[in-house]
């Protein structure tokens, strides 16, 4: 069956390292992969899309990796803060039939220490 | 503030009962999401709608049903509620069908049923 898998641990790191999160995908081969910052009790907030055809994207401090070929992305934020701290959800882009469903992992906490 | 405004912000009801969650999308997406989200869940997408018409489902109960009206709202219906259903519900809207859009989120509606 399709999986998407983040680390349901938290990420506990000191402020101003780089903070990286994994996403894995299994049984899926998505054109597209979003991620998305979630704070408690609110809704996901958009970051960084990536296409399949793209092996790298950047945005100020993020930076998202994609490879189809380990079924991967890699979530970058250099010199974190502590307003970094939230939950970072991956979510590819599946077809299915002549739609696309947007599908999310259960996302990982990142904790930043001031 | 996204632009999608979710109603009510709160609901408490009892097993049993039958309520709907109303969606109004960013001012000209055509595309609505809805997603469940439990207590330290991820999201789990329910359904989605493509100026008026339904495009992709998920793992949404028979009791859960949902349409997107010419205005282009939405609606989420939820009956014979039980105690599991308890769950922040969250819409989003995106410009188009296609994936290659950010989606936007509510701020959600959250549902407690007891």
Do not use: M
């Amino acid at each position: 069956s399709q999986k998407i898998e983040q680390n349901s641990e938290a990420l506990n790191i000191q402020e101003g390292k780089t903070a990286t999160l994994t996403c894995n995908y299994t049984n899926y081969s998505p054109a597209y992969l979003q991620w998305y910052r979630q704070d408690p009790g609110r809704g996901p907030v958009f970051l960084l899309l990536i296409r399949e055809n793209e092996k790298e994207k950047r945005k100020e401090r993020l930076k998202v990796t994609f490879d189809t070929t380990l079924k991967q992305s890699l979530f970058h934020i250099t010199a974190s803060q502590p307003a970094d701290s939230a939950t970072y959800l991956c979510a590819p882009l599946v077809r299915v039939d002549s739609s696309y469903k947007l599908i999310f992992g259960s996302g990982t906490r990142l904790l930043v220490r001031p | 503030d996204s632009g999608v405004t979710q109603t009510p912000k709160h609901l408490i009801t009892a097993t049993g009962q039958r309520v709907t969650l109303r969606c109004s999308p960013r001012s000209g997406d055509l595309s609505v999401y809805w997603y469940q989200q439990s207590l330290d869940q991820g999201l789990q997408f329910l359904i989605q709608y493509y100026n008026g018409e339904e495009r992709a489902k998920g793992n949404i109960l028979e009791r859960f049903s949902a349409q997107q009206f010419p205005d282009l709202h939405s609606e989420l219906n939820l009956s014979s509620l039980e105690l599991g259903d308890s769950a922040l519900y969250f819409c989003a809207s995106s410009a188009q069908g296609q994936p290659n859009t950010e989606a936007f989120f509510g701020q959600g509606t959250r549902l407690t049923v007891v």
